[in-house]
């Protein structure tokens, strides 16, 4: 059976899911830490940055802060204690911004998370960060809020820190704040407009981003945006991972008839993904030994050959008899199947079993002609009428023509649909075309 192919999570998500997507998309996100301003200023003595505009009274608090932070004989906590009184001498943006590093230090030194989340804020307020370390200390800032459960104020961070030039992947992160906060609608929509920003864009929109959307999706019962992410899943990386979540999901999540669940199953075979017992006796299910027997036939056939089912399964020696005693003279009776079907008046139900039994004996051609046919003839389901003949187009590798054809579909076959239109849009540059119409057992 394809099932989900990536390990499922929890539906709480977290923290965990947050550190794996910054490691995943490069954006672990490390904290720059601080030399002791005096020592600093030693080694940048001879740079010819503009003078720094300190105030006398902050110079002279923030030296015994310093010393006590840095000094021989250093003590973390009373620097820490000492801190109220640096405050309150600042007057200067200078000092502001010194002061912001002394905080993030102490805070440091003493293990206290929100004081170097403050220190990191009142150097970016200072209005002094270097232009070039600015989107580093906007991230760290970020990063700091989003630990202490302050999401709004991360995800403003993390958009200051993309408006000044930040190049690493933040949408992830971003993402992740709403997946700490539960919010999985909210953070899956979040990187579907991203995807869908980069796709506009003639990008190819990152693989964690759709990877990571999937997953909450699909974790979390969302069902359309896990459909859709499935689809742009195979759409820029179409592996055989992608491809087999892209058909569990849809297996997995939507009651879907069997005409309609035969019409995955085809897509499944034609990209070598049937593989389970279930695969199998789903597809010779949904075919039905009396109306289709030689692709059941056919099916059956390959999944004894390959020892996924035995042929003393009651199931499948039913399966097997039934098809086999009507295989003959189905397929002598095809051509008079196909004339009837091109007769003026022809019944419409006439015409749709023609063109399903040309289809399923491997006649694409043949079945986009009937089916072209049962597109004109009132009460028949069109949406199925159109599935299919965009898969014989398919099998014809008349790739642009299926697309359009399955443009057309609406309501429950909308997905499988969507699906093969995808498949389509793989088998564009393939050469020659992939036959995708199912050939019977002679």
Do not use: C
């Not at 110079?59 to 250093?74: D, F, M, R, S």
């Not at 054809?405 to 393939?430: C, H, I, N, P």
């Amino acid at each position: 059976m394809f099932a989900i192919a990536r390990t499922k999570p929890s539906r709480r998500t977290g923290s965990s899911l947050a550190l794996a997507i910054a490691l995943a998309s490069g954006t672990a996100l490390g904290l720059v830490a601080f030399e002791a301003p005096a020592h600093a200023a030693k080694k940048k003595k001879k740079e010819s940055a503009p003078k720094a505009n300190y105030s006398k009274n902050f110079v002279k608090v923030y030296q015994t802060v310093n010393e006590l932070l840095t000094g021989e004989n250093a003590d973390p906590v009373a620097a820490k204690a000492a801190v109220p009184g640096m405050l309150e001498q600042i007057e200067t943006d200078d000092d502001k911004r010194l002061a912001g590093s002394v905080l993030f230090n102490v805070g440091r030194e003493n293990d206290d998370v929100a004081m170097q989340r403050r220190g990191f804020d009142m150097m970016i307020e200072s209005g002094k960060v270097a232009a070039t370390e600015l989107p580093q200390y906007l991230v760290n800032s970020g990063e700091f809020a989003r630990q202490a459960g302050d999401y709004d104020a991360a995800r403003a961070r993390f958009a200051q820190a993309i408006d000044a030039g930040y190049t690493g992947d933040l949408v992830s992160v971003v993402a992740s704040t709403y997946f700490d906060n539960d919010q999985y609608a909210e953070g899956v929509k979040y990187l579907r407009q991203n995807i869908d920003k980069a796709a506009a864009a003639g990008k190819v929109p990152t693989e964690i981003w759709i990877d990571v959307g999937f997953s909450v999706a699909y974790n979390n019962d969302l069902v359309e945006d896990a459909i859709a992410l499935s689809m742009q899943a195979i759409e820029y990386y179409p592996s055989d991972k992608n491809w087999a979540n892209a058909f569990a999901v849809q297996r997995n999540t939507l009651d879907m008839s069997d005409d309609i669940t035969l019409d995955l199953l085809r897509l499944a075979a034609a990209k070598g993904a049937l593989s389970s017992d279930r695969d199998y006796s789903d597809y010779i299910q949904a075919a039905d030994a009396i109306r289709l027997p030689g692709e059941v036939s056919r099916i059956l056939n390959e999944a004894v050959s390959k020892g996924v089912l035995k042929t003393s399964d009651p199931f499948v020696a039913e399966a097997k008899s039934a098809s086999e005693s009507r295989l003959s003279a189905d397929r002598a009776e095809l051509p008079a199947y196909e004339r009837d079907a091109k007769k003026p008046g022809a019944k419409p139900v006439a015409v749709n079993v023609a063109a399903d039994l040309l289809y399923s004996y491997g006649e694409p051609a043949k079945a986009e002609e009937i089916y072209a046919i049962a597109a004109t003839l009132p009460g028949l389901d069109s949406n199925r009428v159109m599935t299919r003949m965009g898969m014989a187009q398919v099998a014809q590798g008349k790739f642009a023509e299926a697309k359009e054809t399955f443009a057309k579909v609406t309501g429950a076959r909308a997905y499988v649909a969507r699906l093969w239109s995808t498949y389509a849009d793989t088998q564009m540059e393939a050469e020659p075309a992939l036959d995708a119409a199912p050939e019977a057992s002679s």
